[in-house]
């Protein structure tokens, strides 16, 4: 079955303090094809990449959407991964191609600055990680 494609730009924004910034989100409806929900995740910013826009372009947009933070506080700097994952979204089996990049920056304050509706309806909290803690985590 041929599913729907959805070009996809996730950051790995990191801070002066070597901080990874993940968004709590919570009663979103995504799940896997077999129908596995998960109603409560952290994952890294980012989203949707807009017709004839670039890597980049999109990354900047998403950041200052998510954050508040403007682009000329950012630091884009390379595609590190890239991969395809099959989920349904709202209720519409969808393929996603999903890019990370990763983005630096001095500003640490964060806030949602212009969310889409989903956004507003599903982004519990913006929050810093140590990748000390995260590495400890993912591989403890």
């Known amino acids: ?27 979103f409806d995504i799940g896997t094809l077999d129908g596995k929900k998960n109603n409560k995740f952290w994952c890294t910013i980012g989203g949707k990449i807009e017709i004839n826009e670039t890597f980049q372009g999109a990354a900047l947009r998403e950041i200052h959407e998510e954050t508040g933070i403007d682009s000329k506080f950012i630091k884009l700097g390379p595609i590190v991964w890239f991969g395809y994952i099959n989920l349904v979204i709202k209720g519409t089996p969808t393929k996603l191609e999903e890019h990370y990049m990763v983005a630096k920056t001095e500003i640490e304050s964060v806030k949602l600055h212009n969310p889409t509706f989903d956004e507003k309806q599903v982004v519990k909290k913006l929050k810093w990680f140590s990748l000390n803690n995260l590495v400890f985590i993912i591989f403890y």
């Open 1 to 27: 079955m041929d599913l729907p494609i959805r070009k996809s730009i996730r950051i790995l924004l990191l801070n002066s303090k070597n901080e990874l910034l993940l968004m709590l989100i919570e009663g």
